[in-house]
């Protein structure tokens, strides 16, 4: 569900005339019975709420005195969010002849016309009071409280996320608590202006126009409005013409797929940042730690240590907070295990908290395999709310294509991208012309939506993500990213799966071989196409252009050019037996 649960209005919204009809009450028995819960934001006092409204024991919360005080139905705990209102404050009112005056356990209320002298008094007695109007009621609170604070309070309490809330409301001390929902309703006897403002408006009034959102929320969970709250929708990027292209945060079902370097990363950080600074939780799955630097995010897991499901579960309990799930400290074949072993365990606290909003899965060829049932069974229902990042969509299994609704084709060939996507469906793809996309360019095809694929211009990030500086110099770099010393007839199969090992494997490998693939320029084409460092790159490659150097003066020159821009352990651990690293080391004692 997207719609956990329903904030409402008390006066002129739920209730008319100050009762509440029973088609109403009814209504509210419906939603409960849908598994949502029920919020009360009212500008009331709580003895006059009580005594006018015996039915509070629907709601999970009430937020009264619009905002200064939270009440527990369930257990009548009150909460003072607020600071009690200023005695002289009181007393000087009632000297300016302002009647009648209502003091709450915060607020200060009168009436319309009396709101010039409240705004004297608070001047002349330079107070930092704010005013609040309702219609004809004119309330005075702290500053900064407000519904919306006060609604705030109540869904932090309740682990919900603003963004799976519903709203309603019909005046103006409303506006700030509709704002802060992810749907914002008006009911028809609304003001004008919170009409205006509103996603939408409800065709009845008062209780009427709640039932009526009630129904739709029941039976669609407003799955019909999303197009008319664009207001939340995620800047991706900007299309040829100049318009911008946007998603819906709860809709996004994306797939970025295409050659290494090619922007990828880009597009999905944006993405991220966005949402980061939309307050939509995501949760990263960052095999390859490509995310361990991002500011947005606490990272779980590193180099030496794999996170566990619990450690996720229990971080994301906090709706502000988001995570990357770092599983570079697994081995390489326990990573779609642990992925799968976590994937039910999110899909259950998204039913019952409507969160994380939104998961990226990073190479996600390698999590979800073609080859491997286990991950189509555990997407016998696609993901919503996913976007996948890929080199190659062919690999990934068919269970977790089919729920894309969007493909994202970067870097070289992006005619042969969706090819490949529509063949691993066994479904046609629109046939485009195989031109190579510029840097920042990608091609879109909402496949859904039975639009052409277009060009769009990729919005970048604020800051762009540092490279994975850890990961290259100690992480696991896959089999096939991976260095391997060969030698010059193919006798040896080192593997170094990070810089680290690959330093060390250079120091242990005969002369022949380092030369061999030094005279190639294979170390610079891996700095390149691999560690994605182009500085590196250029640096290895005036050293591989060097015929004078000696294997020791080369392979000094690369050590020292490669440490100049990682950080690498301060000691060298003995390698574990049976690895590559290992193999090396012995070798090269034997050689000595």
């Known amino acids: 569900m997207r719609y956990l649960a329903l904030a409402c209005d008390y006066d002129g919204t739920l209730a008319h005339h100050g009762r ?32 006018t409204f015996p039915h509070t024991n629907l709601f999970e919360r009430v937020v009264v005195e619009n905002g200064a005080l939270l009440y527990h139905p369930a ?11 200023p005695q002289p404050f009181i007393a000087e ?10 003091v709450g356990r915060s607020i200060v209320a009168t009436w319309h016309p009396h709101e010039t002298k409240v705004m004297e008094a608070i ?5 930092e009071l704010q005013v609040i109007f309702n219609k004809d009621a004119v309330m005075v609170l702290p500053t900064g409280v407000n519904k919306a604070s006060g609604l705030r309070m109540a869904l932090r309490e309740l682990g919900l996320s603003p963004h799976n809330i519903a709203g309603v409301g019909d005046a103006e001390n409303d506006h700030a608590f509709l704002s802060l929902c992810e749907c914002a309703a008006a009911v028809d006897n609304a003001l004008p202006m919170l009409k205006e403002r509103a996603d939408f408006v409800t065709r009845g009034g008062h209780g009427t126009g709640v039932a009526e959102l009630i129904d739709e929320i029941v039976a669609t969970d407003l799955a019909n409005r999303d197009n008319v709250m664009t207001r939340h929708y995620i800047l991706a990027g900007t299309l040829e013409n100049g318009d911008e292209y946007r998603l819906s945060p709860h809709a996004i079902n994306l797939l970025i797929a295409g050659t290494s370097g090619s922007g990828k990363s880009t597009l999905a950080t944006g993405l991220l940042e966005r949402l980061e600074e939309a307050k939509y939780q995501f949760c990263v799955i960052d095999p390859e730690g490509d995310y361990a630097t991002f500011t947005g995010a606490t990272v779980l897991g590193n180099p030496e240590r794999g996170p566990t499901v619990d450690e996720v579960l229990g971080l994301l309990q906090k709706p502000s907070v988001n995570a990357v ?16 072993s976590l994937l039910p365990r999110l899909q259950e606290m998204r039913a019952r908290l409507g969160r994380p909003h939104c998961l990226l899965v990073d190479e996600a060829h390698h999590l979800l395999p073609t080859s491997w049932e286990l991950g189509n069974v555990a997407l016998s229902r696609p993901l919503d709310g996913v976007i996948y990042v890929t080199v190659h ?43 190579d996309l510029p840097p920042g360019m990608v091609l879109v095809w909402p496949r859904h939506a039975g639009e052409r694929p277009f060009r769009m211009q990729i919005a970048p990030g604020h800051t762009e993500r540092r490279r994975h500086r850890r990961k290259y110099a100690e992480g696991e770099l896959p089999p096939e990213r991976s260095f391997y010393f060969r030698g010059p007839e193919g006798k040896l199969n080192l593997r170094a799966q990070n810089l680290f090992l690959f330093l060390q494997l250079a120091e242990g490998v005969d002369d022949a071989t380092w030369t061999h693939h030094l005279r190639a320029g294979e170390y610079s084409q891996w700095f390149r196409a691999v560690i994605k460092d182009d500085e590196l790159a250029a640096e290895a490659a005036a050293v591989e252009e060097q015929a004078t150097l000696s294997p020791a003066e080369s392979r000094k020159a690369i050590r020292e050019t490669v440490e100049r821009h990682y950080t690498l352990p301060a000691s060298t651990p003995m390698p574990m037996p049976g690895t590559d690293a290992a193999k090396a080391r012995k070798q090269s004692e034997q050689e000595a």
Not at 76 to 84: C, F, G, Q, S
Not at 93 to 102: A, F, H, K
């Open 20 to 51: 509440v009809a029973e088609s109403t009450l009814a209504a509210l028995e419906r939603l409960l019975a849908s598994g949502r819960k029920l919020i009360l934001v009212s500008g009331r006092e709580l003895p006059d709420l009580l005594a």
């Open 75 to 85: 257990s009548r705990e009150e909460k003072l969010l607020a600071e009690p209102p």
């Open 93 to 102: 009112l009632r000297q300016r002849g302002v009647s009648p005056v209502s």
């Open 123 to 127: 001047r002349d007695l330079g107070l």
């Open 325 to 340: 799930v770092n599983l570079v400290g697994l081995p390489i074949v326990d990573r779609p295990s642990f992925f799968l």
């Open 393 to 435: 969509a062919s690999m990934m299994a068919p269970a977790a294509l089919a729920g894309v609704e969007t493909v994202v084709a970067v870097g070289k060939a992006p005619g042969a991208t969706l090819a490949e996507f529509g063949t691993a469906l066994g479904r046609p793809a629109p046939r485009i012309p195989d031109d």
